[in-house]
């Protein structure tokens, strides 16, 4: 399934340009045209799947097995990496630019432009994590079962 607005579905059917990695039946990588550092890939289901929960379970064990190998065939490419990112945006308030799911790998050396920032030093009592732990679990346990801690 495919969506016609989709810029990455259009890639799949030949509409656009991309610079391909690798592909199968469910999943294709290319290279990103705006790369955080050379190499930059995203893994891409080819169902149009808009958020993580919209991919099946299946397609996302074996989006993340590509991603797995993406990562692996970058360090062993001869471009500059010393380390990876994996950078999945889910959401437009993950930052998620296209609506089609696509999870992003990237090589990362010392001295390389990308930059996290975030208020790593902000560490909630332990009280807050446990409430905020049980609203989480009791929303999984709702929707697949399953018990935890």
């Not at 065939?73 to 296209?98: K, T, V």
Request: some cysteine; charged content about 25%; overall charge negative.
């Amino acid at each position: 399934m495919t969506d016609p607005d989709c810029v990455f579905c259009a890639i799949f059917r030949g509409e656009a340009p991309g610079s391909w990695v690798y592909e199968d039946d469910r999943v294709a990588v290319i290279l990103t045209i705006g790369p955080v550092t050379p190499g930059h890939a995203m893994v891409l289901p080819k169902a149009h799947a808009p958020l993580l929960a919209d991919l099946s379970e299946e397609d996302a064990r074996h989006l993340f097995t590509v991603t797995q190998r993406t990562a692996s065939a970058l360090r062993q490419s001869g471009l500059q990496c010393e380390g990876i990112n994996l950078f999945l945006a889910d959401g437009e308030a993950a930052f998620q630019e296209i609506a089609h799911l696509h999870m992003h790998v990237f090589p990362r050396y010392a001295g390389d432009p990308f930059k996290l920032v975030a208020n790593w030093d902000d560490k909630p009592p332990r009280e807050e994590l446990d409430a905020n732990a049980a609203r989480i679990r009791a929303s999984y346990e709702a929707l697949w079962g399953g018990t935890g801690r």
